[in-house]
């Protein structure tokens, strides 16, 4: 049986829209929407420019889709450049029509769309890592689960520094918080702008698992010695358990130390809670350093955050820092076809020109792998340890001494 494939967009029909946005809502998990959030999710799709892919079903064609995938373009920070990165969500596939090749329909439309259109990666975050791989996704980025003990036994050892922490309704922070991300976002190798349903959620007007306007969550804004926002922390106060309230951090940003600590300060200062919750601390987080008792700060669980699918490898290489100067000629083995060739690659004081070439590669790297090592969340000598990367070891160490970043990516966007 053949499943026909449909390419929506927001100015379709209403009542087809509605079904399908029925169908993702059914997909994960969640309760039938509302005439508002129907509404609100429509503004966002238009505003995104979104490509809503559709297999109807075929016992109600005009009812919800069987499967469902979505793609509109923002970008992504590579470190010396911004690039045009297609982001990929609401991929679902009812239950009684899965493994029959639908979701790999839909994919392969929208990559080779975005492909054909010039567009050089795309990105998604996944529910489960074992199904991306074979469309050429890899992990560009991670981050840390933490909780951090904030009764008697925190405190920080370094000064916490200038500024001051101002605590507003989320209405209120929205616009201190777009201009603190811009800086970030701009800032930050591997963070990617915002999708347009951010403004709701962040302004507080839509909770899309509520229903309604947000009516938890608070916001703390660190202010420097200027008045400036330079950080902040989007939070709620979870219930109690067995010990006291927890803090429960839903997003958190500062641009300066003395905002990370302040914001940090502040979130440890809550009456009546004794932990800090976040599901996104960054890698490389000063925290634990600036504590005086570092055993308070504990990584929970590491983690997959944002995927990633090279198009063009040139203009994804191009756009990225380097770190060693010299050449080499790399092969991009990629089954898909869209990223397959061989490359060479002249580092120069920290920028490469990557050219299409004929000539033989001195190292394999699958795409996937290249996903990795593109944002510089991988290293090379691990990609090898893994078996994930070929050649010979001279020209691996070389790849390494030119690739490889100190800093890892980090992002804030999740879709
Ligand atoms: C994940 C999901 C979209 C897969 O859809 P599907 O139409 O069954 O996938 P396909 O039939 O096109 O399968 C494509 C390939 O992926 C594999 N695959 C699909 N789902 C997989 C999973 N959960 N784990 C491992 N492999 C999976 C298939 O075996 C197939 O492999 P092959 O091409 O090598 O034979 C579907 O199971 C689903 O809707 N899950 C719930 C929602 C969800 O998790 N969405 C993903 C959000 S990131």
């Keep these: 049986m053949t499943d026909e494939l449909t390419r929506l967009s927001a100015s379709d029909d209403p009542a087809t829209l509605r079904a399908w946005n029925e169908a993702i809502r059914l997909g994960f998990h969640m309760s039938r929407g509302s005439d508002e959030g129907f509404q609100r999710w429509l503004a966002d799709a238009k505003a995104d420019d979104a490509t809503l892919w559709a297999v109807p079903d075929p016992d109600n064609p005009a ?35 899965r493994r029959r090749g639908l979701l790999r329909r839909m994919m392969t439309a929208d990559l080779a769309e975005t492909h054909s259109r010039g567009i050089p990666v795309a990105a998604l975050t996944v529910t489960e890592a074992t199904i991306y791989g074979r ?10 689960r933490i909780e951090v003990d904030t009764a008697e036994r925190f405190g920080l050892l370094s000064a916490p520094g200038s500024g001051r922490c101002q605590l507003v309704a989320p209405a209120d922070a929205i616009d201190a918080v777009n201009e603190v991300f811009g800086r970030f ?92 919750k976040y599901h996104n601390a960054p890698l490389d987080d000063p925290l634990p350093w600036a504590m005086r008792d570092s055993r308070g700060y504990r990584v929970i669980g590491e983690g997959d955050r944002l995927w990633t699918r090279v198009l063009d490898p040139i203009a994804c290489l191009q756009a990225r820092p380097w770190r060693g100067d010299g050449t080499i000629v790399v092969a991009v083995d990629d089954p898909m076809g869209f990223a397959a060739g061989q490359y060479r690659i002249e580092v120069s004081g920290e920028a490469a020109e990557v050219t299409a070439v004929d000539t033989a590669a001195e190292v394999t790297i699958p795409v ?39 800093i890892p990516p980090y992002g804030i966007t999740f879709f």
């Design 185 to 276: 976002h701009a800032a930050t190798r591997g963070s990617v702008t915002w999708p347009a349903f951010y403004q709701d959620m962040m302004s507080g007007a839509w909770d899309d698992d509520a229903g309604s306007a947000d009516k938890k969550t608070w916001y703390v804004l660190h202010r420097d010695t200027h008045d400036e926002v330079d950080g902040f922390a989007a939070y709620r106060i979870g219930e109690r358990g067995d010990g006291p309230r927890p803090v429960e951090v839903l997003t958190m940003v500062a641009t300066t130390p003395a905002g990370h600590l302040g914001l940090w300060e502040y979130l440890a200062s809550i009456d009546l809670t004794g932990v800090v």
């Design 63 to 97: 009812g919800m889709p069987v499967g469902t995938l979505e793609g509109f373009d923002k970008a992504i920070n590579a470190g010396r450049a911004e690039i045009a990165a297609r982001l990929i969500t609401d991929v679902t596939v009812r239950p009684t029509h």
């Design 368 to 406: 996937d792998v290249l996903a990795g090592l593109w944002l510089g969340g991988a290293d090379v000598p691990r990609m090898v340890a893994a078996g994930r990367l070929t050649g010979a070891a001279e020209a691996t160490d070389r790849l390494a001494a030119m690739m490889d970043l100190a």
């Design 135 to 144: 469309f050429g996704f890899g992990v560009s980025t991670r981050g840390h």
